[in-house]
């Protein structure tokens, strides 16, 4: 299920990104321009050219059930409002999360959602002390002594 730790500022997000809000994990993918050929010719089906993104919700094992298509500069994700909702998970705040466009480059923003937003780690990463850290449905938060 892997390793994630709640998101106290803004967070870059690389293509497979994995966060958590509430129940919901979802995968972040980046879609690449589409490039007409030399004639203008776009191979691609029904491609939206102002896509930048794909958010995927995982539902198993390296299985994807629904997806969303990202356009435009801001993407709100909530329970109740926004772009993406949630609304039969109750650990999803009306308004959890944004995700942000900015020069080429996607962030991840809580909107101090109550439960927090949990970004899954991939390689090494320095955590402040005290970092809540959610492995599974465990929520542990490592202090310095």
Same mark, same amino acid.
């Given at each position: 299920?892997?390793?994630?730790?709640?998101?106290?500022?803004?967070?870059?997000?690389?293509?497979?990104?994995?966060?958590?809000?509430?129940?919901?994990?979802?995968?972040?993918?980046?879609?690449?321009?589409?490039?007409?050929?030399?004639?203008?010719?776009?191979?691609?089906?029904?491609?939206?050219?102002?896509?930048?993104?794909?958010?995927?919700?995982?539902?198993?094992?390296?299985?994807?059930?629904?997806?969303?298509?990202? *356009?435009?500069?801001? +993407? =709100?994700?909530? #329970? $109740?409002?926004?772009?993406? &909702?949630?609304?039969?998970? @109750? /650990?999803?705040?009306?308004?959890?999360?944004?995700?942000?466009?900015?020069?080429?480059?996607?962030?991840?923003?809580?909107?101090?959602?109550?439960?927090? *937003?949990?970004?899954? +780690? =991939?390689?090494? #990463? $320095?955590?402040?002390?005290? &970092?809540?850290?959610?492995? @599974? /449905?465990?929520?542990?938060?490592?202090?310095?002594?």
């Amino acid at each position: 299920n892997g390793t994630y730790f709640k998101i106290s500022h803004e967070e870059q997000l690389q293509d497979g990104a994995v966060f958590r809000i509430g129940t919901e994990v979802l995968r972040y993918r980046e879609l690449p321009p589409v490039e007409p050929l030399e004639d203008g010719t776009i191979i691609a089906g029904s491609p939206n050219l102002e896509a930048w993104g794909r958010l995927d919700l995982i539902t198993g094992r390296d299985f994807a059930g629904q997806a969303w298509v990202l *356009t435009g500069e801001r +993407i =709100r994700i909530g #329970r $109740e409002e926004g772009d993406i &909702t949630f609304p039969d998970d @109750g /650990y999803v705040s009306g308004e959890h999360l944004e995700l942000n466009r900015l020069d080429g480059a996607t962030y991840l923003i809580d909107l101090n959602s109550s439960n927090g *937003t949990y970004l899954n +780690i =991939r390689g090494v #990463r $320095e955590l402040e002390p005290g &970092t809540p850290i959610l492995m @599974g /449905y465990q929520l542990y938060r490592v202090e310095l002594l």
